[in-house]
């Protein structure tokens, strides 16, 4: 769990939707009865701008549904949102080296947590009233999403 110190230190300033879309070929009905589960991707990218102390958490995810073969039924989904963060004392939270930039784990474990439950939310209301609707998304591990 991060340090109380870093959650004060982040504000949630912006969260944009970028792409929302549904894709159901077939007759509704009819492909009810096909699925079985549903697979999911993410997509999590994350840049900053140190100068104006912002985080940038853009995560991607895409939907299909399977039928009991685990095979795609014309079923999917995908949502695209990004989220803006300020963090105030960015910089303390940054090490550089000559290849890289790395982020505070515990910084990132609050963007990324906070992230994905509101995606969590906006997916489910989005999807409110469609055949994707009994697919709510699955807590996810914080180190799935950081390594996809």
Aim: aromatic share 8%; proline share 4%; glycine share 2%.
């Amino acid at each position: 769990m991060p340090d109380k110190h870093i959650e004060e230190a982040v504000e949630l300033i912006d969260i944009e939707l970028k792409s929302f879309a549904l894709k159901c070929t077939p007759d509704a009905d009819e492909v009810e009865d096909m699925i079985d589960s549903f697979a999911q991707n993410y997509r999590c990218d994350t840049y900053s701008n140190p100068d104006d102390e912002l985080m940038y958490i853009a995560m991607n995810l895409e939907v299909s549904a399977l039928n009991e073969a685990e095979e795609a039924v014309e079923v999917e989904g995908s949502i695209k949102v990004e989220f803006t963060y300020h963090v105030e004392d960015l910089a303390k939270y940054v090490k550089t080296t000559t290849d890289e930039v790395e982020l505070e784990p515990d910084l990132m474990f609050v963007l990324i947590n906070t992230s994905y439950a509101t995606l969590r939310g906006m997916w489910a209301v989005k999807v409110a009233g469609t055949i994707l609707s009994e697919h709510i998304l699955p807590v996810v591990p914080l180190e799935e999403l950081m390594d996809v």
